[in-house]
């Protein structure tokens, strides 16, 4: 009760509240403006001003614990739709519409709600419902994005897979010609057709095309 001093209410008008067993803005509340005067011995005029100061202390009170739990519900909703379909073209198309302020957490929340966790179930319910989705008046601008998203990522796995074909066309031009290498080197060999100094490096540059050659074998 000492916080209604700060509010402006006389430190005599607060002993008298505790007097009567007041000693919390609740208990307070638990009576009512006409109950109070009779109790307290206050008069009416000061009934009233301690109760106004009452409820501004109680609002101050509530507005963080308000502030807080609705916090902690936005991200409890955040994780779960991020574990549910980190990864879907709907959940980062949302994300991206949210954060352009495009359209309000609420609507993802919705869709939660509705059971519409996926790109693919969204089509779904588009299809089924020519009318759109319930509580959702711009499904059209998520269904955009996710298309975006969708051919996006098509065409990232696209050139993805060029890349991986011309490493491994590279790979295989770059085995034959170490193969076709190696056997020229067994073949001069074998002919002992030049010096042993020759025939020695000849085999030194054997040893180490085979060397690459199972290397390479062993890495695709």
Not at 61 to 79: D, F, L, T, Y
Not at 131 to 147: Q, R, Y
Not at 150 to 173: C, D, P
Request: aromatic share 4%.
């Amino acid at each position: 009760m000492e916080n209604l001093i700060g509010q402006g209410i006389n430190a005599g008008d607060v002993k008298k509240l505790q007097d009567a067993g007041i000693h919390t803005c609740n208990d307070l509340m638990m009576h009512t403006k006409k109950s109070l005067p009779g109790i307290t011995g206050l008069t009416k005029a000061k009934v009233g001003k301690i109760w106004e100061a009452a409820e501004n202390i109680m609002a101050l009170n509530e507005a963080p614990n308000e502030e807080a739990h609705e916090q902690a519900v936005n991200v409890e909703e955040a994780e779960h739709w991020q574990q549910l379909i980190a990864g879907d073209p709907l959940f980062e198309a949302t994300e991206n519409l949210v954060s352009h302020g495009q359209i309000e957490r609420a609507q993802v929340a919705n869709l939660l709600a509705l059971g519409i966790n996926t790109y693919k179930e969204l089509k779904n319910q588009l299809r089924e419902n020519h009318d759109g989705v319930h509580g959702l008046a711009n499904v059209n601008i998520i269904v955009d994005e996710a298309e975006k998203i969708v051919a996006l990522r098509r065409a990232e796995s696209n050139l993805q897979k060029t890349i991986n074909n011309i490493g491994k066309g590279a790979q295989r031009y770059n085995y034959n010609r170490k193969r076709k290498r190696y056997e020229v080197l067994t073949t001069s060999i074998k002919l002992n057709a030049r010096t042993p100094t020759q025939i020695d490096h000849w085999r030194r540059e054997r040893d180490a095309c085979d060397r690459k050659l199972k290397n390479m074998r062993n890495n695709n």
